[in-house]
């Protein structure tokens, strides 16, 4: 008995053929036509909308942290050179003051101050102690500078009102919170609001000033400008005159343009100034402005 034998199938090819490739290629050439044609402007869209509100950030924020300094500066302490920059004295405290002897507690009239009297404010001499009825704020330290009574803007940076706190103790509670030691101070004459401020000695007055803020960009579509913060540099007693350049910390980098702008007597009453402040940011060609007020008392 014979079998037939069938001879084997040959293997079939695998692998894509030259026709099913070009297929493969103008396909994906149009889906990525497509994609670049409806997805490109929403990708674009997004991240310019994402660098605007990522500008719009830094500009609040730095504008935030000049309106907050403004509303606790010293009465009367803001000056401006120019609409680049302004000065003020960012005060960390204050309270009020005895301003009369406790005709209650003391052990007698005319009593030096101590556990027995208490220590007041006499217009009529310079005061080295008082008693602080009430306080607000960072608490005194010594060093710090205490300012009573600034009605003019030049006062204080003159030290004609301020005074450094040499001493900081506890009085008895019949006589108020804290006893403040201070170098010699003659009060205003007359005043009797009882307020006082706290000047920190670290901080001293604040300068903020726009630095190469020209209006143009560089070649990568950046402000050229940077917002500075100076401290720490003391009191100067004459207005000055010109704008610092250079020094402290930055406050907003990229900056094009800036504006300041002080109405020390904003109002019919006069019982408080204005600051306006504009800042414009621009990196890669995006740009972010932004203009803030806030007011500063005048009232000491």
Not at 80 to 106: H, K
Not at 163 to 181: C, D, I, K, M, Q
Not at 222 to 248: D, K
């Amino acid at each position: 008995m014979s079998r037939s034998i069938r001879p084997l199938a040959a293997p079939r090819p695998h692998g894509f053929t030259l026709v099913e490739m070009i297929v493969v290629m103008v396909v994906a050439g149009v889906l990525a036509a497509t994609l670049t044609v409806f997805l490109r402007p929403a990708i674009d869209g997004y991240i310019r909308t994402r660098d605007r509100a990522a500008l719009h950030d830094e500009a609040e924020i730095a504008l935030s942290t000049l309106v907050r300094e403004v509303r606790r500066a010293v009465p009367n302490s803001v000056r401006t050179p120019g609409n680049q920059c302004f000065e003020l004295l960012p005060a960390s405290g204050g309270g009020r003051y005895r301003s009369g002897p406790d005709t209650v507690n003391d052990s007698g009239v005319g009593c030096t101050p101590g556990a027995n009297c208490s220590a007041w404010v006499d217009t009529g001499t310079t005061t080295t102690v008082f008693d602080a009825l009430s306080t607000s704020g960072t608490p005194a330290e010594v060093g710090d500078a205490i300012v009573i009574n600034n009605q003019n803007g030049n006062d204080v940076y003159e030290g004609l009102d301020r005074s450094r706190v040499s001493a900081v103790s506890t009085p008895p509670a019949a006589y108020g919170v804290a006893r403040l030691g201070i170098d010699a101070l003659q009060v205003s004459p007359g005043y009797d609001g009882g307020r006082y401020y706290l000047v920190p000695a670290a901080q001293q007055a604040v300068f903020y000033s726009c630095v190469g803020a020209d209006g143009t960009l560089d070649a990568q579509g950046n402000g050229r400008g940077r917002l500075l913060r100076l401290s720490g540099y003391g009191y100067n007693a004459s207005v000055p005159t010109s704008c610092p350049a250079s020094g402290g910390v930055v406050v907003a980098s990229g900056v094009r343009t800036c504006n300041f702008v002080h109405d020390p007597n904003q109002g019919a009453t006069q019982q408080s100034g204005f600051v306006w402040m504009e800042l414009e940011i621009v990196r890669n060609g995006e740009s972010a402005y932004l203009g803030m007020g806030a007011h500063v008392p005048n009232a000491p």
